[in-house]
C-alpha cells in the first residue's frame, strides 16, 4: 500500500450540474443588516464596497431564517427549500444547503459522507488539501479545502441546534486568494437562526478531576482524567485510556520514546525519521490510509522551545474507521524523540478531542530525563 495524501476533490462536475445549475434569479427577502455583526477589516470582500456606497443587502432564508449578506453583483438562486446559490460576475460561486440537525452523526463523518461522493478517482475532486475543527457564528464546525480540474473549493459544515448548515465555496485556482476574501467575508458576518445558537451540541468537556503521570524514566509528566487507566506496557511506552465498557474505552492517548538510527544524527533529521517510521508503521498495519494534515508545530517551555512534526491521519483497522492525531518532539539533548498519539475510532474522535488536547496541555518535557 503506498502512502497517499486524503483523496477528494473539487465539486466540478456539480458546478456545472442541472441540479445546481441557478435557475431565474430570486431573493426571497433582500434588507439592510438590522444589528451590524464585528467588522471584517482583516477578511475585506474582494469587491467591498467603497466608502458612500449603499450599504450591502442581506438574504434572509424564508424557512431557516439565517442571514447571510451579499456581495456586490452576486445573483442569488433558490433551486428548493435546501439550496440557497450565489453566482458572482467574477467567476465564484457559494452553495449554502441546510438540514435538520443530526447530531447523532459527528462532522467528521459527516463530512466523510460528502467525500465519499465527491472525492476521488475521476469524481468531482482530486485531491484533499486539508481539514481541520472551525467556528461560524460560535457554533462549531469543521472546515475542508478540495483541488479539482482548474478549480480549488472550501467545504465547512457548521452545526446548530435545530440546523446543519453545509456551505461551499468554488473559485478558479489562479484567483482563489483573492475571491476567497469574499467568501470569509460572508462567512464573518453570517447570523444564523437564533435557536441555533441557544443550545448548540458542543463536544463533550474535559473532565475537572485529573490524576498525574511521573516516571523520571520516562522524561516527563502528564496529567489525565482521573476514571481513565494509565499502563506502562514497556520501559519506552505510556498508554492512557478510558473505562472500559464506556465509549472512552476506544480513545486511546499513547506516549512512547524513540531511539532513531545512527544516521539520524539531528534533532530535526530524529523527528523528521520518527514521523516517518509512524506512517510506515501505519502502511504495514492499517488499510486506506489518509493524510489530513502534516505541519510543524513547536513544543515550549519556561526553559527550552523544541521544533517537532505533527500529523492527522484516518485509517481502517479491524473493518472501523479510525482518527490519529500525532505529535513528534525531540528531547532537549541527544536524539531520542518523543511521540504523542490520540486515536479514537472516527465518530468519537471529536466527542474527546477536548480530553485528548487537555492532556496534551499538561504534558511537561523533563530536560534532565532518561
Same mark, same amino acid.
Given at each position: 500500500?503506498? %502512502?497517499?495524501?486524503?483523496?477528494?476533490?473539487? $465539486?466540478?462536475?456539480? $458546478?456545472?450540474?442541472?441540479?445546481?445549475?441557478?435557475?431565474?434569479?430570486?431573493?426571497?427577502?433582500?434588507?439592510?443588516?438590522?444589528?451590524?455583526?464585528?467588522?471584517?477589516?482583516?477578511?475585506?470582500?474582494?469587491?467591498?464596497?467603497?466608502?458612500?456606497?449603499?450599504?450591502?443587502?442581506? *438574504?434572509?432564508?424564508?424557512?431557516?431564517?439565517?442571514?447571510?449578506?451579499?456581495?456586490?453583483?452576486?445573483?442569488?438562486?433558490?433551486?428548493?427549500?435546501?439550496?440557497?446559490?450565489?453566482?458572482?460576475?467574477?467567476?465564484? &460561486?457559494?452553495?449554502?444547503?441546510?438540514?435538520?440537525?443530526?447530531?447523532?452523526?459527528?462532522?467528521?463523518?459527516?463530512?466523510?459522507?460528502?467525500?465519499?461522493?465527491?472525492?476521488?478517482?475521476?469524481?468531482?475532486?482530486?485531491?484533499?488539501?486539508?481539514?481541520?475543527?472551525?467556528?461560524?457564528?460560535?457554533?462549531?464546525?469543521?472546515?475542508?479545502?478540495?483541488?479539482?480540474?482548474?478549480?480549488?473549493?472550501? $467545504?465547512?459544515?457548521?452545526?446548530?441546534?435545530?440546523?446543519?448548515?453545509?456551505?461551499?465555496?468554488?473559485?478558479?485556482?489562479?484567483?482563489? #486568494?483573492?475571491?476567497?476574501?469574499?467568501?470569509? %467575508?460572508?462567512?464573518?458576518?453570517?447570523?444564523?437562526?437564533?435557536?441555533?445558537?441557544?443550545?448548540?451540541?458542543?463536544?463533550?468537556?474535559?473532565?475537572?478531576?485529573?490524576?498525574?503521570?511521573?516516571?523520571?524514566? *520516562?522524561?516527563?509528566?502528564?496529567?489525565?482524567?482521573?476514571? %481513565?487507566?494509565?499502563?506502562?506496557?514497556?520501559?519506552?511506552?505510556?498508554?492512557?485510556?478510558?473505562?472500559?465498557?464506556?465509549?472512552?474505552?476506544?480513545?486511546?492517548?499513547?506516549?512512547?520514546?524513540?531511539?532513531?538510527?545512527?544516521? @539520524?544524527?539531528?534533532?530535526?533529521?530524529?523527528?523528521?525519521?520518527?514521523?516517518?517510521?509512524?506512517?510506515?508503521?501505519?502502511?504495514? #498495519? @492499517?488499510?486506506?490510509?489518509?493524510?489530513?494534515?502534516?505541519?510543524?508545530?513547536?513544543?515550549?517551555?519556561?526553559?527550552?522551545?523544541?521544533?517537532? &512534526?505533527?500529523?492527522?491521519?484516518?485509517?481502517?483497522?479491524?473493518?472501523? &474507521?479510525?482518527?490519529?492525531?500525532?505529535?513528534?518532539?525531540?528531547?532537549?539533548?541527544?536524539?531520542?524523540?518523543?511521540? %504523542?498519539? *490520540?486515536?479514537?475510532?472516527?465518530?468519537?474522535?471529536?466527542?474527546?478531542?477536548?480530553?485528548?488536547?487537555?492532556? $496534551?496541555?499538561?504534558?511537561?518535557?523533563?530536560?534532565?530525563?532518561?
Amino acid at each position: 500500500m503506498r %502512502w497517499k495524501m486524503a483523496a477528494a476533490g473539487v $465539486l466540478a462536475a456539480a $458546478l456545472a450540474s442541472p441540479a445546481l445549475a441557478a435557475g431565474p434569479t430570486t431573493v426571497a427577502q433582500a434588507q439592510t443588516p438590522q444589528s451590524p455583526q464585528p467588522p471584517a477589516g482583516q477578511h475585506p470582500p474582494a469587491s467591498a464596497p467603497a466608502a458612500g456606497d449603499v450599504e450591502a443587502l442581506s *438574504y434572509v432564508h424564508p424557512g431557516r431564517q439565517f442571514v447571510i449578506p451579499l456581495p456586490k453583483g452576486v445573483q442569488v438562486s433558490e433551486p428548493d427549500k435546501a439550496r440557497v446559490i450565489l453566482d458572482s460576475r467574477q467567476g465564484y &460561486r457559494i452553495i449554502i444547503q441546510t438540514n435538520d440537525a443530526n447530531p447523532r452523526i459527528p462532522l467528521p463523518q459527516l463530512n466523510d459522507k460528502f467525500e465519499a461522493q465527491y472525492l476521488g478517482t475521476g469524481k468531482s475532486f482530486s485531491i484533499k488539501l486539508q481539514e481541520h475543527p472551525s467556528t461560524v457564528a460560535g457554533l462549531p464546525a469543521i472546515e475542508a479545502k478540495y483541488e479539482g480540474a482548474g478549480s480549488l473549493a472550501r $467545504l465547512i459544515m457548521v452545526r446548530g441546534a435545530k440546523t446543519d448548515y453545509v456551505l461551499m465555496f468554488f473559485a478558479p485556482r489562479e484567483r482563489f #486568494e483573492v475571491l476567497d476574501r469574499e467568501f470569509q %467575508w460572508l462567512l464573518d458576518n453570517f447570523r444564523p437562526n437564533p435557536a441555533d445558537r441557544a443550545t448548540a451540541a458542543l463536544p463533550a468537556k474535559p473532565p475537572p478531576s485529573m490524576m498525574r503521570f511521573a516516571d523520571a524514566r *520516562y522524561g516527563y509528566t502528564i496529567d489525565y482524567p482521573g476514571d %481513565w487507566r494509565s499502563d506502562k506496557p514497556s520501559a519506552t511506552i505510556a498508554t492512557f485510556s478510558g473505562p472500559e465498557g464506556t465509549a472512552a474505552y476506544f480513545a486511546r492517548i499513547i506516549i512512547q520514546n524513540v531511539q532513531p538510527p545512527a544516521a @539520524a544524527a539531528t534533532t530535526a533529521q530524529a523527528t523528521e525519521w520518527t514521523l516517518g517510521d509512524q506512517k510506515r508503521v501505519l502502511e504495514r #498495519e @492499517a488499510r486506506d490510509v489518509a493524510l489530513l494534515m502534516e505541519q510543524p508545530l513547536t513544543y515550549k517551555s519556561a526553559r527550552f522551545s523544541l521544533a517537532g &512534526r505533527q500529523m492527522l491521519v484516518t485509517y481502517s483497522f479491524g473493518g472501523e &474507521r479510525y482518527r490519529r492525531w500525532v505529535i513528534v518532539v525531540p528531547r532537549p539533548k541527544g536524539t531520542i524523540t518523543h511521540v %504523542w498519539i *490520540y486515536s479514537a475510532p472516527e465518530a468519537q474522535f471529536e466527542t474527546f478531542r477536548p480530553v485528548a488536547e487537555a492532556v $496534551l496541555k499538561s504534558w511537561t518535557i523533563q530536560a534532565d530525563g532518561n
